[in-house]
Each structure stands twice: as C-alpha cells, then as structure tokens.
C-alpha cells in the first residue's frame, strides 16, 4: 500500500466557518506533511510532523492549525480562511524528513467564499 | 533558502517525439526527485536519484543525477498524449524537507 488519501477532495467553505481535512497513510511513514499549491506554482511547505511533533512550521498564519492525532493520520484544521487561502491542499509523507522520498495525496481542493 | 531553477517552463511537442526537461542550482543535493502531477491531482514520483552519476530509468522515463551534484535532467522517449501534465523535480540536501522547481509544462499534440 503507497496511497496517502486525503478527504475530502473538494471543499467550498464561508470566511466563518470551521472545516477540517483529513489525511491517512498506513506505510508507516514516521514523516507527515501539509503543502499549499497554488495554480501554475509549485507545492509550498506549509507544516511538517516527525514522529507526531511538528518540526517545521513555514511561518503559517494560524487560522491553518495542524494536528497529529497518531503516527497514520494527519489533520490540517481550518478557521476564519480568506479568500486568498483558496488553492490544493496536500498531504505526503516519508519515511522521515531525512528520506526524502515523499509519496503525496491527491489533494483537497479548497474555495474560501 | 534553495532555490531551482527549472527548464524549460513548457513544451509543446508532437505525439512521439522525445523530451528533456532539466533543473540545476547552486547548491549541492544529496537526493533528487521527478514527479509527474496531473490536472486536480497530486504529484506522482517517478524516479528518484540518490548518487551523483546515478542513471534510472522508469519505462520511457529517464532522469540522471548530475555529476557536480547540482543538476539533474528527465527524458520522456517516444511521448504520448496520456504524458500530458506538470513534471517537477525536487530535490533535498538530506535534513531538510523537499523543495520543488517551478515545474515543466508538457502538452502533447496528437
């Protein structure tokens, strides 16, 4: 099994709602990510978590709070979005942030109204 | 921070004609990474490279990890439509999390 799943895959949310995305991975990866993409750009790092702590966190505003609730899943946790957050959320993972080989998600595409 | 430079930023090529694509910096990697992302989709890994030199290959793809270890090239051989999409290479310096090229766009036209 290589599949990192994310749900939902698409999501339409008002500036004041609260929303959750989901990440699963069962290769026992000990490395999670979140990246942010743009149209036309590349992913962006935005969080990531080794061995359930976060490790990195890309100066990202905290209406996006990430949580690690078991080394299998990952949750990016949404608040108060702008319009502007609006984009293709992935999740990936690694064996760890050492091993670079990342298997990514197919993603959420988000839109913030 | 790391930056790459990535080229060319698109293509447009005939059904079964031949790619390459390459990414160079300034800095020394230890490990590169092509993937492949579709339209509404995530990226797919297609080849990774661990050793200067190293040469892979992955049916028609092939990727090399630059001797100097600051580049690497993808060749797709003999394109068909379904090639269609983004490729990025990636690349990391082995304590630090990937970080991506600007990314090829590839069309194919039939």
């Known amino acids: 099994d290589t599949e990192v799943t994310q749900t939902p895959k698409h999501l339409v949310m008002g500036m004041t709602n609260k929303k959750s995305l989901k990440c699963e991975q069962h290769?026992?990866?000990?490395?999670m990510y979140w990246y942010k993409q743009k149209a036309k750009k590349p992913p962006e790092l935005m969080f990531v978590y080794s061995y359930e702590k976060l490790s990195i966190n890309e100066s990202v505003p905290s209406r996006f709070s990430p949580e690690c609730p078991n080394s299998s899943l990952l949750n990016l946790h949404l608040h108060a979005l702008q319009p502007e957050d609006s984009a293709l959320y992935l999740c990936a993972s690694s064996q760890g942030v050492m091993l670079a080989e990342a298997f990514f998600g197919q993603g959420t595409r988000l839109t913030v109204v | 921070g790391q930056q790459l430079n990535q080229s060319p930023q698109s293509m447009f090529i005939q059904e079964g004609e031949d790619v390459s694509m390459n990414c160079t910096s300034s800095?020394?990697?230890?490990?590169w990474l092509w993937y492949k992302q579709d339209p509404g989709e995530g990226p797919v890994l297609l080849i990774a490279?661990?050793?200067?030199?190293e040469l892979t290959s992955n049916g028609r793809l092939t990727a090399q990890f630059g001797i100097t270890r600051k580049d690497s090239f993808l060749n797709i051989s003999a394109s068909i439509p379904s090639d269609v999409g983004i490729y990025f290479c990636?690349?990391?310096?082995?304590?630090?999390?990937?970080?991506f090229g600007k990314g090829t766009r590839l069309s194919v036209i039939a």
């Open positions: 990636a690349e990391s310096s082995g304590n630090t999390p990937l970080v």
């Open positions: 800095s020394i990697f230890n490990t």
């Open positions: 290769m026992g990866h000990r490395a």
């Open positions: 490279l661990y050793k200067a030199g």
